[in-house]
């Protein structure tokens, strides 16, 4: 197996694994749960544009502009990082769910279409691509073990009747 083909894969398993991945984190979430802003991030200022602060809805809306991002970057392999693209608001769950698929499907082609050869060029003028590839798929690791936790606290801050 070739050392791109590897790393797409690892990719897809941090996407979709049945046990841990962002899937995994947002299967059967409700809007009650991703707009839950645990008390450590009430005094947090909100972007604008942007979900709450500390909320799982901000977490989906982070990692999709990131997703978005990371593909500019493969794309333009060998140039300096593109600036990130504006983040345009979702009225919905679902719609910023569904914007978070199409940044992965987006994400995943752009690294797909990379040859083993492209692992050694600078990646957005900082890293080399390989070690640009490993920090997406942490970032997706990190944002989903996040996402478990803030429905933990969601549901353990749920008022009781």
């Not at 200022?45 to 991002?69: D, M």
């Not at 608001?89 to 940044?103: C, I, K, M, S, V």
């Not at 003028?125 to 803030?150: K, T, Y």
């Amino acid at each position: 197996m070739d050392a791109v083909r590897a790393m797409v894969e690892a990719l897809d398993d941090a996407w979709s694994h049945r046990w841990e991945s962002l899937q995994g984190a947002l299967a059967d979430l409700g809007d009650a749960e991703a707009d839950h802003q645990p008390a450590a991030w009430r005094d947090e200022p909100r972007e604008e544009g942007w979900p709450l602060p500390g909320t799982v809805r901000w977490q989906i809306a982070h990692v999709a502009h990131c997703k978005r991002h990371y593909a500019d970057i493969a794309k333009g392999l060998g140039e300096p990082a593109p600036e990130p693209r504006e983040r345009v608001p979702l009225p919905t769950l679902a719609d910023e769910l569904q914007a978070l698929a199409a940044a992965h499907a987006e994400e995943r082609e752009a690294f797909a279409g990379l040859r083993d050869a492209d692992l050694d060029v600078v990646a957005g003028g900082n890293m080399p691509m390989r070690e640009f590839l490993a920090m997406a798929i942490r970032h997706d690791s990190w944002h989903a073990s996040q996402i478990v936790l803030l429905r933990r606290m969601a549901r353990a801050e749920k008022p009781t009747a």
